[in-house]
């Protein structure tokens, strides 16, 4: 370590830039040495330093918006533009949840526009009011404000400090030969300077800047995860106009799901027995006019005619089955699903163990994830054996699917298993997809018990 005697000399340090992503790079580094340098560092990197300057004008806006209208509340003219600030603050947070999409790749969906109910002025400005949505997008104004100075200055300051040390050893040579300095000082009085210039201290404060730059990184992360609570909480819609779309859209499920299968039961009945039954009708008719002429004639068709019977009885049978099986309403789950079990061409174990039985249309919607999924492993896993096991964890059902066979199967491919998927959710239901390729396969749908 030198030290120079003399007046002290300083010279602003220059930070340096750290390298882009790079695909073979993420491949082989671990997390902690990858995060520096990849996209999503950066980005959340830039959504902290643009966040300074935008949070500052929304602050001044809505300080001066809140002030100005709370002055003028004696007024007529003090309601319609708090009214038309709030507004602005619904456009300002439109942008915000633009630069989150971008930025930080969060989605959130657009709050519900506001409508006055006779379309004038004065129930505009009522609805925008009694909107939680715009007085929560004014407290993201005032709130954010604050966040985002301690956020642009702790990531800015550390960001700068870890390259600028990391990269130290490059630039190095610019003090002693531009600046008159042997290098950065490292402390300095009116009687001596030290200075950070040998080999081993250029490599000790690299190696420091360089832990720096690994901690800035999860450092940004952490940072970025605040705004993202604080765009997701304040900007988005509340969580009963949610629930309300979910339940819209579950509503709209059930309904097409409804129609499919009543489209796929008159279908069945259709082509199936009633043709058969038609068929049938018109034999016994060509068999009663032959009674008298032709008896032998007669007596065979009346034996095709009651096979026939037996074709149509056993369809209609299968297609009650499909509707709702009488197993399952007599003896519960663990009798109907060891009935579809048997019907597996796989060799299939089923274990069902439940304190009770839950609500029927809980339990059908049971029956027939475990046959749907039953069928797929026939059809399309390829395995040797299967396994169902069901049980309740405190007010879930819990199902799950296990085979051998050769895996890949996939929720997005658009199979049954989006299908079943789609049912699920309407009941506030989840289907889970663990299938590498090679196998096993494992299904697990987790159903509310409602009992």
Request: with cysteine.
């Amino acid at each position: 370590m030198a030290t120079a005697y003399g007046p002290d000399t300083r010279d602003p340090q220059r930070s340096g830039h750290g390298p882009g992503d790079h695909f073979a790079v993420r491949r082989f580094l671990p997390a902690a040495l990858r995060a520096p340098i990849e996209a999503r560092t950066w980005r959340e990197f830039a959504y902290l330093m643009l966040s300074f300057p935008i949070s500052t004008v929304l602050f001044v806006f809505a300080v001066t918006m809140t002030s100005v209208s709370a002055g003028l509340l004696v007024t007529f003219l003090g309601v319609p533009l708090l009214a038309a600030g709030l507004t602005l603050c619904r456009g300002f947070g439109m942008l915000e949840r633009a630069r989150a999409r971008g930025l930080l790749r969060l989605e959130v969906a657009e709050p519900a526009p506001v409508r006055g109910r006779t379309g004038g002025l004065m129930s505009w400005v009522g609805a925008v009011l009694k909107s939680g949505v715009s007085w929560r997008h004014l407290l993201y104004a005032l709130l954010h404000f604050p966040w985002a100075v301690f956020a642009f200055s702790v990531s800015l300051s550390l960001w700068a400090w870890g390259w600028a040390a990391l990269t130290y050893p490059v630039y190095a040579w610019i003090f002693p030969a531009y600046a008159g300095i042997d290098g950065v000082q490292l402390y300095g009085d009116a009687t001596h300077n030290v200075y950070l210039d040998s080999p081993f201290e250029l490599a000790l404060t690299s190696a420091a800047g360089l832990l720096v730059v690994m901690a800035t990184a999860w450092v940004i992360r952490g940072l970025a995860m605040v705004d993202r609570l604080m765009v997701s909480g304040l900007l988005g819609p509340s969580r009963l106009a949610t629930r309300v779309t979910e339940l819209e859209s579950d509503r709209g499920v059930v309904v097409d799901t409804a129609a499919a299968d009543l489209r796929r039961i008159e279908r069945d009945l259709h082509d199936g027995a009633q043709a058969r039954l038609v068929a049938l009708a018109m034999g016994l008719g060509l068999a009663k006019e032959k009674l008298t002429d032709d008896p032998e004639a007669a007596a065979k068709m009346v034996d095709e005619a009651h096979g026939e019977v037996k074709v149509a009885l056993q369809e209609l049978r299968d297609l009650a089955r499909g509707i709702h099986p009488a197993v399952l309403t007599d003896r519960g789950l663990d009798a109907a699903l060891s009935a579809i079990a048997s019907r597996c061409t796989v060799p299939v174990t089923v274990d069902v163990d439940l304190p009770g039985r839950p609500a029927q249309a809980i339990e059908g919607i049971a029956y027939f994830t475990v046959s749907e999924l039953l069928q797929n492993v026939s059809k399309h896993s390829g395995a040797r054996k299967a396994t169902v096991d069901v049980w309740r964890s405190a007010d879930r059902l819990m199902l799950q699917v296990t085979d051998n066979g050769h895996g890949g199967a996939d929720l997005t491919s658009g199979s049954g298993l989006a299908g079943l998927t789609e049912r699920l959710d309407a009941v506030d239901g989840i289907l889970v997809v663990a299938s590498p390729v090679g196998g096993p396969t494992r299904v697990t749908a987790e159903l509310p018990w409602r009992g």
